[in-house]
């Protein structure tokens, strides 16, 4: 309830926005300013979004269920590639439905997360984003590589803390990814280099 009760005025707003944007007439410093606070509008959306999904994670009461990856990951890829038309998915998929038991929300919201933030960093020149998914002893392995430039050496060991995103959002992306992995017992870790980055997700067997 809380969410919609915050969501809406934001939405409303966005909407506005949109509305002057699609004018013909607008003059062009305008519809700068006009994009800039759309941005910002967006922006704290995101925000808010992201402090609700925290007061979830400190909810120990909350219900599992079964998520078939393989579907919800293709219909997240779909939106984000929806904000990022120009970069290229591609998803690798070795683990069959991949049917897990989680809280459905806060699973999502981890690959959700870090398929945004593949999608962020990627190349802006040719951007990649590949997911995987793997069937392993242990569980199944998803992974998100981009292609963009190598993670600077002093964020490396701040990555999963809140700090300020170099995107311009609020920084509570990957921490919110980790916090969440903690409560369902997923283990998240990541490699970077020249070739880019890439962010990996055990989801293990049940009783393991």
Known sequence: VLWHQVRNPLAAIQW???????????????????????????????????????????NWALESETVVLEKELANIINTVNQKHPDINFYFQNEAGQAP?????????????????????????EHGEVTIKLQKFSQGILFSCHNNGAPIPYDMVPKIFTKVPSTSGGAGLGLYIVKMICDYLTWRVAFEAGENGTVFFVTIPWPNQ
């Open 16 to 58: 506005i926005l949109e509305g002057f944007l699609s004018r013909a007439d607008l003059r062009e410093e305008d519809r700068l300013e006009l994009q800039r606070v759309y941005k910002e509008d967006r922006t704290l959306a995101d925000l808010v979004r992201d402090l609700l999904i925290l007061s979830q994670v400190e």
């Open 100 to 124: 897990v038991i989680a809280v459905k929300t806060l699973a999502l919201q981890v690959f959700s997360n870090i398929i945004n933030n593949a999608a962020e960093h990627a190349s802006k």
